[in-house]
């Protein structure tokens, strides 16, 4: 890509990222590079990115802003009023903060949304409590209902709710519960995620060893929590809450501004430990441990593959990507063979995922990498 064109994208389009890798439990499934807070490596860290900030050449207008995790909703409200301070361009088009049930106040709330915030993210999971206490949370569907309620009162009406299909002991019935209790609650945007078994949870690694802690005897097959997935897809439909990517569902005009850029190729800056960035030509990534972040070792940086990017970034998207002509006769063979087999489809103009594309993706998207 041009460096002009490159640049002139980035004043127009780019976004902020800052890792806050904290939580107050780590939940049985996640493999995240996040930890339980001590207090006084979070004073470190803080210090530390604060500092990233500033010595950050802004040549470019942030237009979103998503702070992770961990847990930053659980940020002492002065630091996250100077952490954002530091980030210029305020008030931004979209400003993010994960929350998880349980931390939110309108103490809270009314101080995100004075220091800029404008959509929360909300790490509910699950509404059935049996399913909630095996991932290591210990929040209630009422908690929810109220601090959703909270949100609201303090002017933070875009909110997102997260839920996981293939949660240990949950059934059709239990998964039912949870979707009606999104009607009841009726949020813009809801992401829905299928459970990976990952090594690097406890419940991941339990599965593997063939143990039963965290629940692991109990998880749903992988045709079950399909079947989950799918009935999300038509539930959520039915509430004017549409699929705009593989695992994010909004009513029109709520879709995340900040997580399209990923999605689409957009640029973003990000800070703290494990962030990643990309300019539109090179990708980064800082150091993945808050420890070595600390230290001040360097990231580690790649050239970007764009044009299989698009291909495994982009068909994410409902929407899919319109292949330039030179990619169409690239791949002319593996999307031939995914059209025969039922997924993808395509108008002559635009390529996407079919419906049952989307529940194999992975067997789409490797075919896109180079080896």
Same mark, same amino acid.
């Given at each position: 890509m041009?460096?002009?064109?490159?640049a002139?994208?980035?004043?127009?389009?780019?976004?902020?990222y800052?890792?806050?890798?904290f939580c107050a439990q780590?939940c049985?499934?996640c493999?995240f590079?996040?930890?339980?807070?001590?207090a006084e490596?979070?004073?470190?860290?803080?210090?530390?990115l604060?500092?990233?900030?500033r010595?950050?050449?802004?040549?470019?207008?942030?237009?979103?802003?998503?702070l992770?995790?961990?847990?930053?909703?659980t940020l002492?409200?002065?630091?996250l009023?100077?952490?954002l301070s530091l980030?210029p361009?305020k008030?931004w088009r979209?400003?993010?903060?994960?929350a998880?049930?349980?931390?939110?106040t309108?103490e *809270?709330?009314s =101080?995100?949304?004075?220091? @800029?915030?404008t959509? !929360?993210?909300l790490?509910?999971?699950?509404? /059935? %409590?049996?399913e909630i206490?095996?991932?290591g949370?210990?929040?209630?569907?009422?908690?929810?209902?109220?601090?959703?309620?909270t949100?609201?009162?303090c002017?933070?009406?875009n909110?997102?709710?997260d839920l996981i299909a293939?949660l240990?002991?949950?059934t059709?019935d239990?998964?039912?519960?949870?979707?009606?209790?999104?009607?009841r609650?009726?949020?813009p945007?809801?992401s829905?995620?299928m459970?990976?078994?990952d090594s690097?949870?406890r419940l991941?690694n339990?599965?593997?060893?063939?143990?039963? *802690?965290y629940? =692991?005897?109990?998880?749903? @097959?992988?045709d079950q !929590?399909a079947?989950?997935?799918?009935?999300a /897809? %038509?539930?959520?439909g039915?509430?004017g809450?549409h699929r705009?990517e593989?695992?994010?569902?909004?009513?029109?005009?709520?879709?995340?501004r900040h997580?399209l850029?990923?999605w689409?190729?957009e640029?973003?800056?990000?800070?703290g430990a494990d962030?990643?960035?990309?300019?539109?030509?090179?990708r980064?990534q800082n150091?993945?441990s808050?420890?070595?972040?600390l230290?001040?070792?360097?990231?580690?940086s790649?050239a970007?593959?764009?044009r299989e990017?698009r291909?495994f970034v982009?068909l994410r998207?409902?929407?899919?990507?319109?292949?330039?002509?030179?990619e169409?006769?690239?791949?002319q063979i593996?999307i031939?063979r995914f059209?025969?087999?039922?997924?993808?489809?395509?108008d002559?103009?635009?390529?996407?995922?079919?419906p049952r594309?989307?529940?194999?993706?992975?067997?789409?998207?490797?075919?896109?990498?180079?080896p």
């Amino acid at each position: 890509m041009d460096a002009r064109l490159c640049a002139a994208i980035m004043v127009a389009v780019a976004g902020v990222y800052l890792s806050y890798p904290f939580c107050a439990q780590k939940c049985t499934y996640c493999n995240f590079a996040s930890g339980v807070a001590r207090a006084e490596e979070t004073s470190q860290y803080l210090r530390a990115l604060a500092a990233e900030l500033r010595a950050h050449q802004w040549q470019w207008t942030p237009e979103t802003l998503y702070l992770g995790g961990g847990t930053p909703s659980t940020l002492p409200l002065d630091d996250l009023s100077e952490l954002l301070s530091l980030v210029p361009s305020k008030p931004w088009r979209e400003a993010t903060i994960e929350a998880a049930p349980g931390t939110i106040t309108a103490e *809270r709330a009314s =101080a995100w949304a004075n220091a @800029g915030i404008t959509r !929360v993210s909300l790490g509910v999971q699950s509404f /059935v %409590e049996s399913e909630i206490r095996r991932t290591g949370r210990k929040h209630t569907a009422l908690m929810v209902e109220r601090e959703i309620a909270t949100l609201r009162h303090c002017g933070l009406t875009n909110i997102n709710v997260d839920l996981i299909a293939g949660l240990s002991g949950q059934t059709g019935d239990t998964w039912r519960e949870s979707l009606d209790w999104v009607e009841r609650l009726n949020p813009p945007h809801v992401s829905v995620y299928m459970l990976e078994i990952d090594s690097g949870s406890r419940l991941g690694n339990e599965v593997l060893l063939g143990g039963r *802690r965290y629940g =692991a005897a109990d998880l749903p @097959g992988g045709d079950q !929590v399909a079947d989950f997935y799918e009935m999300a /897809v %038509e539930r959520l439909g039915s509430l004017g809450i549409h699929r705009y990517e593989i695992s994010n569902f909004a009513r029109p005009g709520f879709e995340s501004r900040h997580n399209l850029k990923y999605w689409k190729l957009e640029p973003y800056a990000g800070f703290g430990a494990d962030a990643h960035s990309f300019d539109g030509v090179t990708r980064r990534q800082n150091p993945e441990s808050v420890r070595e972040y600390l230290e001040g070792r360097p990231g580690e940086s790649c050239a970007a593959r764009i044009r299989e990017e698009r291909f495994f970034v982009g068909l994410r998207l409902t929407a899919g990507i319109q292949p330039h002509p030179e990619e169409w006769r690239l791949y002319q063979i593996t999307i031939d063979r995914f059209l025969a087999d039922g997924l993808l489809e395509t108008d002559g103009a635009s390529l996407r995922l079919t419906p049952r594309g989307v529940l194999l993706s992975n067997e789409v998207f490797q075919e896109f990498l180079s080896p």
